[in-house]
């Protein structure tokens, strides 16, 4: 099949879906084998729907596909409890399992001869139904994620709401405007025959031409349908106010008329300003009695809500940042499956804060460390995994004469303040801080107890409400509100004020801002349960409307911005929890189960595109985003109070709540317990990626550890800010930013100018202690995290030194002035590679290490073994020689795809998770020595003991360029030395080590940079090991 037919079979699903077609939906699913819905094969494992699983997954995998499907297979096909039924299965279905395990083909067949299967010894822990066939479930879930049949088919591409009807829509259009006589108001009654306006043969018995077919019209430009104006709000000769937004005029008690009223709203004034000069270059303006036409039904007037020039396709006109996943009722195509057991509930940590916590805020990308503010103006960054407070401020004001005089009046009488909001900016280099006292306080976070001052605002007259960023014009801004009824925005570099939004009668509670597609607005709400939307012009509010019950709100997206939620409680103590329709400016759905309060406003939170989360009733209550029934709850072991601040990480992995004795509760769900066990001996990079207007990296002559990801903090460099990102107070969403590096035209003298040591007071050195045995050390490396120092001896026994955390060593970071431990798991077990049959003093050693320090993997001549770092369990083996591994490297986004140098100068490109070689590289002449992935440049580079360097391209795993190295004449080379690449922190510069010299080259084009010839030294250097701070 095509893969437009595919495509296809996808929009049908969608369409099927939204019309309630649950039946329909799940047989063409299965028939199709395009995309296996995990949610609704949850379902029929839950509800023990055996048969209906067994029949879904027939259409995705056979029993005897692989392991994966025989043990997924296995596992639905035991489930029958009706003992003459059980002994059939036995007998018929689960005979084709003995051969794959016969003793536990046996077992089975014993537990048949038992009256209460929990008398068997490893089954007595299954509890009630539920609760064991979430166990199952779990495993199922593994199972069909490992499963390479299932690739590609659990995640339902991202479409636009009715995609189909879109391009029926879109088509309809076309043939309206190719009509000769076109009406105003087309009568469209059936999509069996092209349309036309006039009768089905016209005058002449013709019907209008096809587009496809009729040449003649395709020749010129066809005119367009109405399209929507300019908003016009930021040209000059501004006479009057900017046409709105025409989905901004939903939320409107009296919008103003805009043009072509057939062509609906988008979401939330978004409507995409159209470009001028586009419309010049191609004129599109309709005849004048040609209105905008929609094909239309009764059941399907969302389909003309768009925020598009009408008849314009959705992918050619303004392309969006962020493309939207469909959203549905009950179960959601686009959207990741998940279960209440993804919910983070179990508590891993209670942090002592010393004062009631008022605001709670995850680092937007290092997701282990927690920012906090309380109401005795204390403001703190936590550290999860070691549980340590890395950084802290009171409340002080830093420059009292330049305040004004209401304010050093009320410092006078009081000096102190409670902190409102503390918030992150979406680089995590900066973070903001809402007093109840007129200050805003920014600051920029370089690390462990490096917090430094940047900007003191004084924002307001009276308490500052709510602060979050922005990025209006492409440039980082600060957006508050207060007391005195205001709205503010502020440079986040200068503190300069950039605009002032003057329209609420009461205090502006909060504020909430975001973008569709190229539009930029804030969300404001205010104590008196009025919401607004700003543009940042000088207009007025464009949104005028009131919150449920009149309550003091907070509005949010989903991670996504696809979907709006708000939550809010009134002074009668009422609590609501509501989605919106953007569209209409009108409640979607309200969330059942909020209790009444007497005092303080509920807070909430989204997570996962899918949960939503409020604080109540001393307790965390959850609910899907598609349910308005309470999904489940937890009181966190007790402690909460009445309404409990929460916060999620971006993952959704963790969760922090406030306590009623000034503390803060961390929750997990399995990844997060699994995130801080990865880190638990390796503290994060807990410098913020900056920009360079406000954190200055270290510089670039400096090579981190061979693993080392790349870092934001690169050398001096501008602000790097991405064009567009979600700006609704919520930084977790955000993707990745590429950094900006130094103009290549500058000097590269200057660049790669290297320091020369020549006092041995330069040079500090450390014995590392031993007591295992005193072996050759074959390979030696910094993990990545600079916590430890991982060696492979010569009999291919692996060592790992830690270096402890104390007051001679606060950040637990490997250096000479400490001494490090041994370390060994309880266990006691040690990491010994494979030998087979090999000399291990002659074999060829390697290792590699996962890029969170999790998994090694090693060879010493024979097998390679994947080894875990926390346990030091083998996990597998694989690949016996010859040829055997000579070097080994991670895909530095995926764990499971690493590269293997050979001794026969091949490089197989390998997938542990399905055991398979996906490509070989072939390209040297000898051995492989060297091996470095850059994110960045997306290649790959290798080097041989051919003295070659070769560059592949990670897309397509072909040669883009090769090199030999240029020997310094008259010098001998040893005809197997090693080369050795290792890439710089900006992932595009590389250094090759060669006995004969040092090199730096460009990495795409191989060009030599800079070359140190080694001369006159008593020994070859066989490689080089910088720390990653370059030390």
């Known amino acids: 099949m095509s893969s437009l037919s595919r495509e296809l079979v996808f929009l049908i699903l969608q369409f099927l879906e939204e019309e309630k077609f649950k039946d329909s939906v799940h047989r063409l699913e299965q028939e199709s084998g395009f995309y296996f819905n995990m949610r609704y094969f949850e379902e029929l494992v ?149 349309h036309t306006c006039g009768p089905p043969n016209g005058p002449n018995g013709a019907r209008a031409p096809s587009p496809v077919t009729n040449t003649l019209m395709n020749a010129s430009p066809v005119p367009k349908a109405g399209a929507f104006p300019p908003l016009g709000a930021h040209g000059p000769f501004q006479s009057a106010p900017a046409p709105l937004p025409t989905s901004l005029t939903g939320w409107m008690a009296n919008p103003a008329p805009v043009p072509h009223p ?96 008022k605001s709670l805020d995850f680092h937007p990308s290092q997701q282990i460390l927690l920012l906090v503010g309380t109401n005795m103006g204390d403001v703190m960054v936590w550290e999860l995994v070691s549980r340590e407070r890395i950084a802290y ?27 409102n909001r503390v918030i992150w900016s979406p680089d995590g280099s900066l973070f903001g801080v809402a007093y109840s006292k007129h200050i805003v306080h920014i600051y920029s976070y370089h690390g462990p107890n490096d917090l430094r001052n940047h900007l003191e605002i004084e924002a307001h007259i009276g308490s500052v409400n709510d602060l979050a960023f922005s990025y209006p014009n492409k440039q980082l801004s600060v957006v508050t509100c207060g007391e005195d009824r205001l709205i503010k925005v502020w440079d986040a570099v200068t503190g300069a004020k950039q605009y002032t939004f003057e329209g609420h009668e009461s205090p502006v509670y909060s504020v909430c801002p975001h973008h569709k597609e190229s539009i930029q607005f804030i969300f404001s709400t205010a104590t008196d349960g009025k919401i607004k939307a700003w543009l940042y012009d000088n207009v007025g509010s464009r949104v005028d409307y009131d919150a449920p019950g009149h309550s003091s709100t907070r509005m949010a997206y989903s991670a996504d911005g696809s979907r709006l939620f708000s939550c809010g409680t009134n002074k009668e103590g009422e609590s609501f929890l509501v989605e919106w329709n953007e569209s209409e400016g009108t409640v979607k759905r309200t969330y059942l189960n909020l209790g009444r309060r007497s005092v303080g406003v509920v807070h909430f939170d989204t997570t996962k595109n899918r949960f939503l989360v409020a604080g109540d009733e001393f307790t965390v ?112 969403s955000l993707v990745d930013v590429k950094p900006k590096f130094p103009d290549e035209s500058a000097d590269k003298s200057k660049i790669w100018k290297i320091t020369e040591i020549n006092e041995s007071s330069q040079c500090r050195s450390l014995r590392l202690p031993d007591s295992i045995s005193a072996m050759r050390v074959s390979r030696l490396i910094y993990t990545n ?44 077990i040690l990491m010994t590679n494979d030998l087979s049959d090999t000399n291990p003093e002659e074999a060829v050693s390697c290792f590699a290490l996962s890029k969170n320090d999790s998994y090694v993997m090693s060879a010493s001549g024979g097998k390679i073994s994947l080894f875990n770092m926390m346990t030091f369990k083998t996990m597998t083996t694989f690949m016996p020689p010859p040829p055997a591994a000579t070097f080994l490297a991670f895909h530095p986004q995926d764990n499971n795809i690493i590269a293997i140098g050979m001794e026969d100068s091949s490089i197989q490109i390998y997938n542990v998770r399905v055991d398979e070689v996906k490509t070989k590289l072939k390209g040297h002449q000898k051995r492989i020595t060297g091996l470095a992935f850059s994110n960045v440049q997306n290649v790959l580079v290798s080097s041989g003991a051919d003295s070659q360097l070769c560059v592949w391209s990670m897309d397509g795993w072909e040669k883009l360029a090769s090199k030999s190295l240029q020997i310094p004449s008259g010098r001998s080379v040893n005809p197997l030395a090693d080369t050795r690449v290792q890439f710089h922190q900006d992932q595009i510069h590389l250094l090759a080590v060669h006995e004969t010299q040092i090199a730096i080259y460009e990495a795409t084009k191989l060009e030599c940079q800079k070359q140190i010839d080694i001369d006159l030294l008593p020994c070859h250097i066989s490689g080089l090991l910088p720390k990653q701070e370059g030390q």
């Not at 401020?393 to 902190?419: H, M, T």
Request: charged share 20%; hydrophobic share 40%.
């Open 46 to 194: 839950t509800g023990g729907e055996w048969d209906e699983a067994e029949k879904y997954l027939s259409g995705f995998t056979k029993v005897d596909d692989n392991r994966y499907s025989m043990k997924i297979f296995f596992e639905i096909r035991k489930q029958n409890r009706d003992r003459a039924k059980a002994v059939e299965i036995l007998v018929k279905d689960l005979k084709v399992f003995s051969a794959f395990n016969e003793e536990l083909f046996k077992e089975i067949t014993f537990l048949l001869t038992l009256e209460n299967f929990r008398e068997n010894e490893q089954l007595s822990k299954y509890g009630d139904t539920k609760s064991a066939r979430s166990i199952m479930l779990a495993e199922l879930k593994k199972l069909i994620e490992a499963n390479p049949l299932f690739r590609d088919k659990l995640q339902f591409p991202t479409l636009r709401n009715s995609r189909l009807r879109t391009l029926i829509n879109q088509s309809l259009n076309w043939q309206h405007q190719l009509c000769k006589t076109p009406k105003p108001n087309p009568d469209i009654k059936t999509l069996f025959v092209d």
């Open 785 to 828: 995290s600079g916590l430890a120092i991982l060696a492979l001896a010569s009999n291919a026994v692996h060592k790992l030194w830690k270096w402890p955390r104390n007051d001679r060593n606060l950040t637990g970071k490997a250096n000479a002035s400490v001494s490090p431990q041994l370390w060994q798991p309880s266990s006691g």
């Open 621 to 732: 209550k959850f609910w899907d985003m598609d349910n308005v029934n309470l999904l489940t709850t937890t009181d966190a072991g007790g402690g909460l109070p009445a309404s409990p601040c929460i916060r999620f990480n971006k993952e959704g992995t963790l969760m922090a709540v406030s306590t009623s004795d000034n503390g803060v509760k961390v929750l997990a769900n399995s990844d997060g317990n699994r995130l801080l066990r990865a880190v638990e001996n390796r503290p994060f990079d807990t410098s913020g990626s900056a920009s360079g207007a406000i954190v200055k990296g270290p510089t670039m002559g400096v090579f981190p550890a061979a693993n080392a990801a790349v870092g934001a903090s690169m050398g001096d460099r501008t602000a790097a800010v991405p064009a567009m990102v979600a700006m609704n107070a919520d930084n977790r």
């Open 262 to 357: 057939a062509v609906s709203a988008g979401p939330m004034g978004l409507a995409v300003p159209n470009n001028p000069a586009a419309m010049v270059k191609r004129p599109r303006t309709p005849p004048s009695n040609n209105a905008a036409m929609d094909y239309q039904t009764a059941d399907s007037e969302h389909v003309l809500k768009r925020s598009r020039p009408f008849g314009a396709p959705e992918e050619v006109n303004n392309l969006p940042v962020n493309i939207l996943p469909v959203a549905y009722n009950s179960q959601s195509h686009g959207q990741s499956s998940y279960s209440s057991l993804d919910l983070p509930r179990d508590v891993v940590m209670n942090l002592s804060q010393g004062s009631t916590v």
């Open 393 to 419: 401020r009171n409340f002080k004001v830093w420059e009292l004469g330049a305040c004004s005089v209401p304010l050093q009046a009320s410092l006078s009488s009081d000096y102190s303040a409670s902190i």
